[in-house]
């Protein structure tokens, strides 16, 4: 039994069927609720981390982008700006976009450009495994061939020997 190492998403690159869905949705739920209680216990009156830049919120898009590509970083991104807008809007605080419309676009921009990369990372990954594959077999036959040669040339030497004929004046006749 070979050694095989398992694709970070079975069956696409992407995130397709409800599998990966309900894990992404799970971490990205315990992302967000874990930097909201250490925004919580750190700075109350920041809700989002908005004073700090970047603020670490981004890690959400940036992480589930990566981890899961290009829809699941877009949908982190917005998911992330929907939640931290309405969160700042029930603390309180409200939010001027035209002060956070930079951060507030980073966050599905990162998801997306890091989700693709992810992706397109992982593309190359499968394309050189096969590859590799490939190689192993075209190696494995080569050297299959190698052996019978050297089976032959063996028993040619035995059976010149056996008629009195010497292998090395076979040789060198057969250079000229």
């Not at 982008?65 to 290009?70: D, I, K, Q």
């Not at 976009?97 to 992982?122: A, D, K, W």
Request: with cysteine; proline share 5%.
């Amino acid at each position: 039994m070979s050694a095989q190492t398992l694709p970070f998403v079975h069956g696409s690159v992407s995130c397709p069927g409800p599998y990966p869905v309900r894990f992404f949705l799970l971490r990205f739920v315990a992302f967000f609720a874990l930097l909201a209680l250490v925004n919580y216990v750190i700075v109350p009156g920041d809700a989002g981390w908005f004073g700090v830049n970047p603020t670490p919120f981004l890690l959400i898009p940036v992480l589930l982008g990566v981890r899961y590509g290009f829809s699941a970083g877009l949908s982190a991104g917005l998911l992330t700006v929907l939640l931290l807008v309405a969160g700042r809007y029930v603390a309180g605080q409200g939010i001027t976009l035209t002060e956070h419309r930079y951060t507030l676009i980073s966050f599905p921009l990162l998801g997306v450009l890091l989700g693709q990369v992810s992706e397109g990372l992982q593309r190359c990954g499968l394309q050189l495994e096969k590859e590799g594959e490939e190689l192993r077999r075209e190696n494995r036959r080569v050297h299959a061939e190698k052996e019978l040669l050297v089976l032959s040339r063996q028993d040619l030497q035995q059976r010149l020997e056996f008629h009195g004929a010497e292998a090395d004046s076979l040789e060198e006749q057969l250079e000229e």
